[in-house]
T-cell receptor
């Protein structure tokens, strides 16, 4: 059974800092990995999707990498802003076309 | 304006009642999904549908039912058999399985 772990569970950084969020998964037989953002009480916003054949994807200040063989992904946020404060979730699509989610990293960017 | 809508935003249920949560999408996506989110836990898959008139149980389907009579709609019924239904429910869709999933704004269900 696929298990997805995100470390750390919570992170607080000063504005302007570059930061890395980590995601690991136990079964490397995945189709893709997706990073989401969730604001309190809201739905999920898709940030980046990495196909299993890709190594990384970039969107603006965000860069996500995937090392399928070691079961790891990182989300790099450059020059963090208070508006980046949210919970970040990673999820992998594996057998049965089902998405398995991690429990998220709660990020707070302080002025 | 394309997207996924869920209604209602907040729902209160008395014990023993069935309630239905609405999910509609105008993205022309084939696949639709229902997830449940509880504090401190990741999202868990309740049911999913890859095509009209077909759906499969997810990891926590007990006490829930769905239908997929139209491509645009995937309603979820929370039955009285669901012993702990208080949670945040999220609907999602994707153009086909294994593609990027897009989420609605969610429905918060509270049992009184």
């Amino acid at each position: 059974k696929q298990e997805v772990t995100q470390i750390p569970a919570a992170l607080s950084v000063p504005e302007g800092e570059n930061l890395v969020l980590n995601c690991s998964f136990t079964d490397s037989a995945i189709y893709n990995l997706q990073w989401f953002r969730q604001d309190p009480g809201k739905g999920l916003t898709s940030l980046l999707l990495i196909q299993s054949s890709q190594r990384e994807q970039t969107s603006g200040r965000l860069n996500a990498s995937l090392d399928k063989s070691s079961g790891r992904s990182t989300l790099y946020i450059a020059a963090s802003q208070p508006g980046d404060s949210a919970t970040y979730l990673c999820a992998v699509t594996g057998g049965g076309n089902k998405l398995t989610f991690g429990t998220g990293t709660q990020l707070k960017v302080e002025l | 304006d394309g997207g996924i809508t869920q209604s209602p935003k907040y729902l209160f249920r008395k014990e023993g009642q069935n309630v239905t949560l609405s999910c509609e999408q105008n993205l022309n996506h084939d696949a639709m999904y229902w997830y449940r989110q509880d504090p401190g836990q990741g999202l868990r898959l309740i049911y999913y549908s890859q095509i009209v008139n077909d759906f499969q149980k997810g990891d926590i389907a007990e006490g829930y039912s769905v239908s997929r009579e139209k491509k645009e709609s995937f309603p979820l019924t929370v039955t009285s058999a669901q012993k702990n239904p208080t949670a945040f429910y999220l609907c999602a869709s994707s153009i086909n399985p294994n593609n990027e999933q897009f989420f609605g704004p969610g429905t918060r269900l509270t049992v009184l």
